[in-house]
């Protein structure tokens, strides 16, 4: 049954469009500010797919942990997997925007750099289920 829902869950978001970063909002952009709310459409778009693969993976997370009575602490792993994905991501998109300090394109490197880093996480969330 948990292999089952694991396979399931996968192919529901594999076969979701990863368009999103595909998907360029920023092409009629002209002005700084236009660009920093496209980048962080962008980045809310990504962020709200991978805060539903975390959720529905959760849920399996403790279905697992019920299962086995926590022996694998499979929720815990994916709780303490995700906020060092968080801290990690934040830390390394302020270094990538940090470059930009003495301009205005700092919150266009942070948006995007968060962008690229939540897609290579929702990946790698995806590609590891068993299928």
Known sequence: MIKKAF????VVLMAAPHAVLAEDY?????????INECTREEYD??????DEAVTELRKMA?????????????ATKLDASQTAFKAYAEA????AA???TT???ATAALN???????QQRLDIITSELPR
């Not at 396979?7 to 996968?10: D, I, V």
């Not at 920023?26 to 236009?34: G, I, L, N, S, V």
């Not at 390394?92 to 270094?95: D, H, I, N, R």
């Not at 995007?112 to 939540?118: G, N, R, S």
């Open 98 to 100: 940090a470059v930009y």
């Open 7 to 10: 396979f399931l869950f996968a």
């Open 45 to 50: 778009a990504v962020a709200a797919k991978l």
């Open 62 to 74: 403790v279905e697992i942990d019920g299962e086995t009575e926590g022996d694998y602490k499979v």
């Open 103 to 105: 301009g205005t394109g």
């Open 112 to 118: 995007a750099c968060l962008t690229k880093l939540t």
């Open 26 to 34: 920023c092409a009629d952009a002209q002005t700084t500010p236009e």
């Open 92 to 95: 390394s998109c302020e270094f």
